[in-house]
């Protein structure tokens, strides 16, 4: 069965006390989360995954040291292993930490870091030879979807990013179907359009890998995904969580997202 996952992708946000505030609030809540009717891990959540500030990882990494089911990545890395690139961040880095998930592809580094498939076909393989998991950002613009075109433009962002890794590779990864137009502006999509999307990207993973594989991948949305509109779209038969911005800096939100399973 596939894995159901809820990750929060705090982007350049908060002081280093109300990281800590939110976590330790989050951690309370795990804790005493009661055993619910179809518990996907020991203690009933979904995997939850944070995607804290660089500067912040070794600190969430030592709230949730040795739990079940929660675990820390980053919100980028670099796609050289090491060497002269001031500012920047190597997977080492992060997996050295006991980091063990990076974004790779969020709409906000493609729009403004300029940043392309090709160059996040490098990111993912760096990533993975290090021991991070991806988590691979697609998802079209609203003209493209207004044109048709969205399909066809998240069909390319995976044939580059992603379709070059063999069988074994690929299905290590998780997949985030995140429309742009939907990002941060509370606009949703509706579930029946995430369901779309969702089942036509397990189609192309059939069709390029097998049935099995496609069958095993999570593929998770995001895009103004909140306590209110979760469990509609986690109801879907092809979305398998969600990559949440703006609902996971706050517990109770990011919380009450966790369980609409
Ligand atoms: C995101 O940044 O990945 C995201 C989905 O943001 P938001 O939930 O705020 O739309």
Redesign the pocket.
């Known amino acids: 069965m596939r894995k159901k996952i809820v990750a929060g992708?705090w982007?350049m946000n908060l002081s280093a006390k109300e990281a800590l505030a939110l976590v330790n609030e989050l951690k309370v809540k795990i804790d005493h989360q009661p055993d619910t009717k179809n518990p996907k891990n020991s203690n009933g959540l979904p995997e939850v995954l944070l995607f804290p500030p660089y500067v912040y990882l070794s600190r969430v990494l030592e709230v949730f040291k040795n739990y079940e089911g929660v675990s820390v990545g980053v919100q980028n890395i670099h796609q050289e292993g090491k060497g002269a690139f001031t500012g920047e961040i190597s997977p080492l880095m992060v997996r050295s930490l006991g980091g063990t998930h990076t974004l790779i592809g969020?709409s906000?580094r493609r729009i403004h870091f300029n940043e392309d498939d090709e160059l996040l076909a490098k990111k993912v393989a760096l990533a993975m030879k290090n021991g991070l998991i991806p988590v691979y950002?697609c998802g079209e613009m609203l003209p493209d979807r207004e044109a048709g075109k969205h399909f066809q433009l998240v069909a390319e962002q995976l044939k580059k990013g992603v379709f070059w890794m063999n069988e074994d590779e690929v299905k290590n990864i998780i997949i985030?179907y995140?429309p742009v137009w939907?990002?941060?502006?509370g606009q949703t999509a509706s579930p029946e359009q995430a369901q779309e999307m969702h089942a036509y990207i397990r189609q192309l993973i059939s069709d390029h890998y097998s049935n099995k594989i496609a069958d095993e991948m999570t593929i998770l949305y995001?895009?103004?995904?909140?306590a209110k509109n979760a469990a509609e779209l986690f109801a879907k038969e092809d979305v398998d969580g969600g990559?949440?911005?703006?609902?996971?800096l706050k517990a109770d939100d990011f919380f009450r997202i966790i369980q609409s399973f």
């Not at 995001?222 to 909140?226: D, K």
């Open positions: 992708n982007k969020h906000e950002c985030a995140e939907a990002i941060g502006t995001g895009g103004s995904c909140n990559l949440i911005g703006g609902a996971s």
